[in-house]
């Protein structure tokens, strides 16, 4: 048995960023007090960072999670391929016998071709973060103008600067 936490670092409805260091943070306070208690409940912190790879830098490091998942096709890469990222002293066991592909794992004929594409993917969006980044804040900017433009009362449920740039939660009164 063990304790679990798994968040998004960044929601995939509102785009809001989630401030994954800070809890961490708090994580490692919490692994600190069972520890002096004798408590024996593992607490393991995940996040799935795949609407973030492609727009903001994850450095695994300074998230300070013992797992973080990523999906190929979020930045442009191809689908039905993931990544998962365990750190060292995180023991996981398998949920699928055979094989022993994937460390022992997850039995099944590993995707070569599709994590070599991921990868071609990761180095491209890294390559054209800022870039991109830079173009997808001016078209979030324009459209929030015309929009406002032809709907006085919009609300922009967005949280502007906490969210990710490729993110724009509206609704129109009355709808």
């Known amino acids: 048995m063990l304790g679990l936490l798994v968040l998004q670092l960044v929601n995939h409805e509102l785009g809001y ?3 994954i260091e800070e809890i961490a943070e708090i994580v490692k306070a919490e692994r600190l007090r069972r520890q002096e208690n004798g408590e024996s409940l593992p607490l393991i912190f995940h996040t799935d960072a795949s609407q973030a790879a492609a727009l903001i830098d994850v450095k695994i490091k300074r998230l300070g999670v013992d797992l973080l ?3 190929a096709a979020k930045v442009y890469g191809p689908k039905q391929v993931g990544l ?3 750190r060292p002293g995180v023991t ?3 949920n699928i016998f055979g094989g022993g592909q994937e460390l022992g794992l997850r039995s099944g004929t590993e995707n070569v071709a599709g994590v070599v594409g991921f990868a071609t993917a990761l180095e491209l969006a890294q390559k054209r973060r800022s870039a991109e980044v830079k173009r997808l804040r001016k078209l979030r900017e324009e ?3 015309d929009l406002r433009q032809a709907f006085p009362d919009m609300l ?4 502007m600067k906490k969210s990710l740039v490729s993110f724009l ?3 129109f009164s009355g709808v």
């Open 17 to 19: 960023i989630q401030p």
């Open 156 to 159: 922009i449920s967005s949280d």
């Open 84 to 86: 998962l990222w365990v």
């Open 92 to 94: 996981l066991k398998a």
């Open 169 to 171: 939660n509206i609704s």
């Open 143 to 145: 459209l929030v103008k």
């Open 69 to 71: 998942t990523l999906s």
